[in-house]
């Protein structure tokens, strides 16, 4: 006879019928999954269910308390300056973009406040790059520390990205799979519990979520992102988090390159106090934020990007990890160029196409297990707002395989928009702040 408390049968019922789950049923849900006493096809049906008719507050703060209980917690609460003094953590998540290489340039800044940032990050599977992926690029660096290692080095320089270990919420590693093949990935619920529960595992004193909305996003309504993002902010803050949200455009690609060595060229221009004007506020932007939570009330990081702090503290970080900052970056062997097919405003460059168009040139992976290419990805030449000329150059596609370059030009047929009476005001980039 089963030992069990509960049948998983009962319990994908119960949320079939629109029912609550007691806090008890959610425990042993994600354990019972976690041994192997829940299979997965009675996982797929549940994780439907929950898609379909949603789980209320307590349910998905259980939820991700139990995910967060399937593996173990990072603890820096005992880190202190090479000067014996206590710092603070902050840390940043995206729901990720294309274009979007916030964090190369963001931990170092805040770390130039003394302001330990533990980045913990992935690799890119799809349209959307990879923070790991990208980082790889710069000849030695290496994305695998030893939490000692990591440590040492939020003690010294202030900043780590690095990949996330396995022990970090292992239920999520399972159900992420499962809900990537059976059409559940989708669900908020689901979404909010599977990040949060691994950004409170790592143990981070304040998070700032940035949540974009767009065709580049997971979330292409506004709507749908405000409410991942509220229901983010109140699991973050019930488990004693400081955390608060922005909602970003990700309409449209940030800053003026989607690859891997090229965004880490474009991030090193930002720390050079260069860069396109949207990477550099929000960069800005949510340095403020992650530094106002921590505390850091009268910081100046726009000056601090400025005057070379920030690149001081990125040269650190880099060579800790292996890296050499001062190396050439892999350069593509091949180029093709799209030029704009008519005079007036560029009025849309869409995220998705320009995301989809770089993952085909070898930027990104099918599998996990695909290489990607260090040198490809796209090269923007104007942004939504610009005027344009008939046969402008608009976008530069790199690779090393040439035999990419049809597929890739394929998902940019109509990624650009070109109006003759189309307002130049672009589009704005922060739309909302969600905070409790
Ligand atoms: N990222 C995650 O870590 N989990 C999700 O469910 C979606 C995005």
Redesign the pocket.
């Known amino acids: 006879m089963s030992t069990e408390k509960f049948d998983a049968v009962d319990i994908i019922g119960i949320k079939r019928d629109r029912g609550t789950l007691s806090p008890e049923q959610i425990d042993w849900t994600i354990d019972a999954y976690t041994r192997g006493v829940i299979a997965e096809e009675q996982m797929a049906a549940l994780n439907m269910a929950i898609l379909l008719n949603g789980m209320d507050r307590a349910e998905i703060s259980r939820w991700t308390t139990a995910m967060i209980n399937s593996g173990e917690r990072m603890d820096f609460s005992t880190l202190r300056s090479p000067s014996g003094v206590a710092k603070p953590t902050a840390d940043k998540h995206s729901?990720?973009g294309v274009g979007d290489k916030i964090t190369l340039p963001l931990a170092p800044l805040v770390a130039v406040f003394g302001v330990a940032v533990p980045q913990l990050s992935?690799r890119g599977l799809g349209h959307t790059g990879g923070t790991l992926d990208k980082l790889e690029s710069i000849p030695g660096w290496q994305a695998s520390l030893s939490n000692e290692a990591m440590m040492d080095q939020l003690a010294g320089c202030g900043a780590v990205i690095c990949a996330a270990g396995t022990g970090l919420a292992p239920a999520?590693k399972k159900l992420?799979a499962l809900?990537d093949v059976t059409g559940t990935?989708e669900a908020i619920p689901?979404?909010a519990s599977?990040?949060m529960s691994?950004k409170i595992a790592e143990g981070t004193g304040t998070l700032v979520l940035d949540v974009k909305v767009g065709s580049g996003a997971?979330m292409k309504d506004e709507d749908d992102a405000r409410e991942l993002a509220r229901t983010m902010v109140g699991l973050g803050t019930d488990a004693g988090v400081k955390t608060v949200a922005l909602l970003t455009n990700m309409a449209t690609p940030l800053g003026l390159t989607a690859g891997n060595a090229i965004e880490v060229q474009e991030s090193v221009d930002v720390l050079a106090g260069g860069g396109p004007a949207d990477v550099v506020d929000l960069t800005v932007k949510l340095a403020e934020e992650m530094l106002a939570g921590a505390g850091v009330h009268d910081a100046d990081p726009a000056a601090a990007l400025a005057d070379g702090r920030a690149m001081d503290v990125w040269r650190l970080m880099i060579s800790a990890q292996g890296g050499d900052p001062a190396a050439a970056l892999p350069v593509a062997r091949e180029s093709e160029t799209v030029y704009a097919q008519a005079d007036g405003v560029l009025t849309e460059l869409d995220a998705l196409s320009v995301g989809i168009a770089a993952w085909r040139l070898g930027a990104g992976r099918a599998r996990r297990e695909d290489e990607v290419q260090a040198g490809a990805g796209v090269r923007l030449h104007a942004k939504p707002g610009d005027v344009v000329r008939r046969g402008q150059p608009l976008m530069t596609l790199l690779t090393d395989t040439p035999e990419k370059f049809g597929r890739a030009l394929e998902a940019l047929e109509s990624a650009a928009t070109i109006s003759a009476e189309g307002s130049r005001s672009g589009q704005r980039l922060i739309l909302d702040r969600i905070a409790q």
């Open positions: 729901t990720g992935g999520d992420y809900r990935v689901l979404i599977s990040i691994k997971f």
